[in-house]
């Protein structure tokens, strides 16, 4: 429970929340960019 406490409510604890998430949306963008040029290039390939 303390981990959690201080997860929330301190400064390194929210660093890392934002750490995170921005990692996680990161991995999303990737994926969403690289699988949309993939599919471009097999529309242009036929």
């Known amino acids: ?3 959690l406490v ?3 409510s301190t400064d390194y604890g929210l660093f ?3 750490g995170i998430v921005f990692m996680i ?3 999303i963008w990737f994926y969403r960019f690289f699988m949309r040029k993939m599919d ?3 529309r242009a390939q036929h």
Request: charged residues 25%; glycine residues 6%.
């Open 1 to 3: 429970m303390k981990a």
């Open 6 to 8: 201080d997860l929330f």
């Open 40 to 42: 471009e290039g097999e």
């Open 16 to 18: 890392s929340i934002a």
């Open 25 to 27: 949306c990161m991995a």
